[in-house]
């Protein structure tokens, strides 16, 4: 159950920003802590959800240097982000560029860090190397397409909605591919001229491992984000040995400190440009103020959005 209820405000340690926040993204990981099936890593609030925000510092632990009183920041927590308030350890707030708005700033970190992290550090993409993108129409599959559009890569997606994909091409799909009436590793084979893609970055798991192992040319990467359809899955380890392939898991949110403040670097610096300048831009598909956050929560799970769904606070 959600509801909205007063706690304390919480106070910044000595290497902490207390931050006033004025919008937090909506993500399917809030509706999976609320549910009690993915709690906050220790250390952040259990009881209110939130992974991206954007805001005003209120005020700043004795040992913060970078950041003061009044400046816009915004970037990722481990949770508390839908709240008035939360504390954020300096190293991982970005200040705001003048030209992003507190609602993309709100919607920004969570989807295009993770996409960033997938394509790059994980999936070793190169520019001009073809991508297929599962639900492309995701918060983190709209932003990995936009940012791989940049790049100069072929890319594919997948979604089980036609507006879906016909919003991704907007946004620079190559080959959209309708899973409810095709299928995905053969759409592939096709488009690729038998060869395959390079990198997959994956959210469905179990039922589209296999085919997505079809789906990968030689040497290619599968990056696998979430597991909505099921964690276990078969593998064909002469196929991988054949191919020369690459699997790796990722999951941001449990990550040590270290590990977010050099994911949220590489993404200032590779993709935080192209949002400033608006050679790419968050898709919004809606904006809730917070005393509407089940209904935010409801419309998420309700498998409806393209891009991001954003809280106001």
Do not use: W
């Amino acid at each position: 159950m959600l509801e909205i209820c007063e706690v304390p405000t919480p106070e910044p340690k000595r290497d902490e920003l207390l931050v006033r926040v004025r919008a937090a993204g909506v993500n399917r990981a809030d509706t999976l802590q609320r549910r009690g099936h993915y709690p906050a890593p220790p250390g952040y609030p259990q009881d209110i959800p939130g992974l991206e925000f954007s805001g005003v510092v209120e005020a700043v632990g004795a040992d913060v240097r970078r950041h003061r009183a009044g400046q816009r920041v915004f970037g990722l927590t481990g949770g508390g982000a839908q709240a008035e308030y939360l504390t954020i350890q300096e190293t991982l707030a970005l200040a705001v560029p003048e030209t992003l708005t507190d609602v993309e700033s709100g919607a920004i970190p969570e989807a295009y860090i993770t996409a960033h992290d997938a394509l790059f550090a994980q999936g070793s993409l190169q520019p001009g190397e073809t991508v297929l993108i599962h639900a492309v129409g995701s918060g983190v599959g709209a932003a990995a397409l936009e940012i791989a559009h940049a790049l100069g890569c072929k890319v594919l997606g997948t979604s089980r909605h036609a507006a879906k994909l016909a919003k991704a091409i907007e946004l620079g799909l190559d080959v959209p591919i309708d899973v409810t009436s095709q299928l995905f590793d053969d759409v592939v084979m096709r488009a690729t001229h038998s060869r395959g893609v390079d990198v997959i970055i994956d959210f469905i798991g179990a039922d589209y491992f296999e085919r997505n192992i079809n789906a990968l040319a030689t040497k290619g990467r599968l990056v696998s984000v979430s597991t909505l359809s099921g964690p276990d899955a078969r593998l064909s380890i002469a196929t991988l040995m054949r191919k020369r392939l690459h699997v790796v898991g990722t999951v941001l949110r449990n990550r040590p400190l270290e590990e977010k403040v050099a994911a949220t670097r590489a993404f200032a610096d590779a993709v935080l440009p192209l949002l400033t300048n608006r050679a790419i831009a968050v898709p919004i598909d809606r904006i809730f103020p917070l005393h509407d956050a089940p209904a935010a929560h409801a419309y998420i799970e309700s498998n409806k959005n393209f891009g991001k769904i954003v809280l106001t606070i």
